[in-house]
């Protein structure tokens, strides 16, 4: 099983702008056949999706952060950001990563995956 790794969490102030990163303990040959995510979860709420993308670089934005994050994929680092410009109060959350390889069909039917391997998690907290 691939192991994930977040970093770049912390704090941030209204309008401001932080990095995730998201590194996976397997080798780049490999790495590329991921289609890799980010999704969050903020307390008493339930888990969602923040990005995800796919092989041949297709994404998907949840509704709530389309135009201010930005998902990319270094594949010879092994490693996914989650590029996050114009942060509001209610981006706070824990962001985890997501690794999956079955088909992006199968993936996008479902908001949140119920298979792939996940990260531990990292605290982003955003203040006015």
């Known amino acids: 099983q691939v192991k994930l790794v977040e970093t770049g969490g912390g704090l941030a102030q209204v309008g401001g702008s932080l990095r995730l990163s998201c590194t996976a303990n397997t080798a780049p040959s490999l790495f590329t056949a991921y289609h890799m995510g980010w999704y969050r979860q903020a307390p008493d709420k339930e888990r969602e999706l923040v990005a995800r993308t796919f092989y041949r670089d297709s994404t998907d934005y949840g509704d709530s952060v389309k135009g201010r994050f930005t998902i990319s994929r270094d594949n010879s680092k092994s490693t996914v950001y989650l590029q996050m410009d114009g942060l509001k109060v209610e981006d706070t959350a824990v962001y985890y990563c997501?690794?999956?390889?079955?088909?992006?069909?199968?993936?996008?039917?479902?908001?949140?995956?119920?298979?792939?391997?996940w990260g531990q998690g990292i605290q982003v907290t955003v203040s006015s």
């Open positions: 997501h690794a999956d390889m079955r088909p992006p069909a199968k993936i996008r039917e479902e908001q949140v995956p119920q298979f792939g391997q």
